[in-house]
């Protein structure tokens, strides 16, 4: 589902509510408005991360922009990723995913066109449920996550540098004794959604989760996360459990 249709869906039930208990204008500020953001957090979580939600493949109408958006990207990528899937997910927003694989690093790259603003990371997965990702932008770290995944954003850095920082990170984690593990393409649609899923899963078990995820997209939480993975360890910010 687009992002502007539940958001208009959402706007529409709440002006009925407004016009028919003819509600004050102080409590519109003071109550609706804020019950609007929640509801709208809370619709859009359980939409996205519903059972049945699984990837398909990119419609044949009414994408063709997005597409050319990420295979213009594409001529970004750093020399030796091979891209061997892309599909569509509906979701709040909807997006399209290009997935891509490092021939000779365990590397995973992901260019994401979610039609307002486009994104791309890169991902390491390690032993024992430790992963690196490395982001272009702030949205990356807005989600709580599990203490083994490590994320670091890099807003505006070009492809190649966002995955020379990525593979610096990747070297300091080597070096603290984890150990990289390769996914085949043919792994990769399976790995994705399950670690969505367990995304999901974890923010439901946080109590309050709506209230967090409201306190970090307005915050801007991502900011954290904006320095190498060796210095946020430094600084407190992550720590490594072995």
């Known amino acids: 589902m687009k992002n502007w249709m539940w958001s208009g869906f959402v706007f529409i039930i709440t002006f009925a509510i407004i016009l028919f208990f003819n509600i004050p204008a102080i409590a519109i500020y003071l109550i609706v408005i804020p019950v609007l953001i ?3 957090i809370q619709g859009s979580f359980m939409y996205s991360f519903r059972e049945s939600l699984s990837p398909v493949e990119i419609p044949s109408r009414g994408y063709e ?3 050319k958006e990420n295979e213009r990207c594409m001529s970004g990528l750093p ?9 569509y997910l509906k979701a709040i927003p909807d997006s399209i995913t290009y997935a891509f694989i ?5 590397v995973i790259c992901c260019i994401y066109n979610f039609g307002s603003k486009q994104a791309a990371d890169f991902v390491t997965i390690y032993n024992d449920g430790f992963t690196l990702t490395t982001n272009d932008t702030l949205d990356g770290g807005m989600a709580p996550r ?3 995944n490590f994320v670091q954003l890099f807003p505006g850095q070009n492809y190649e540098k966002l995955y020379n920082k990525h593979m610096e990170s990747h070297i300091y984690l080597i070096d603290q004794g984890l150990r990289p593990l390769f996914v085949h393409g043919s792994e990769f649609r399976h790995h994705f959604m399950k670690e969505y899923r367990a995304q999901g899963d974890f923010i439901r078990k946080i109590p309050f989760w709506t209230f967090i995820l409201l306190f970090r997209t307005v915050t801007k939480y991502g900011k954290k996360y904006t320095i190498p993975l060796k210095r946020q360890v430094e600084d407190g910010i992550t720590r490594i459990f072995r």
Do not use: A, M, T, Y
Request: glycine share 4%; proline share 9%; hydrophobic share 35%.
């Open 38 to 40: 929640f509801i709208f």
């Open 65 to 67: 922009q997005r597409i």
């Open 79 to 87: 020399h030796g990723f091979k891209l061997i899937d892309r599909f």
């Open 102 to 106: 490092q021939e000779s690093e365990p």
């Open 146 to 148: 599990p203490e083994k």
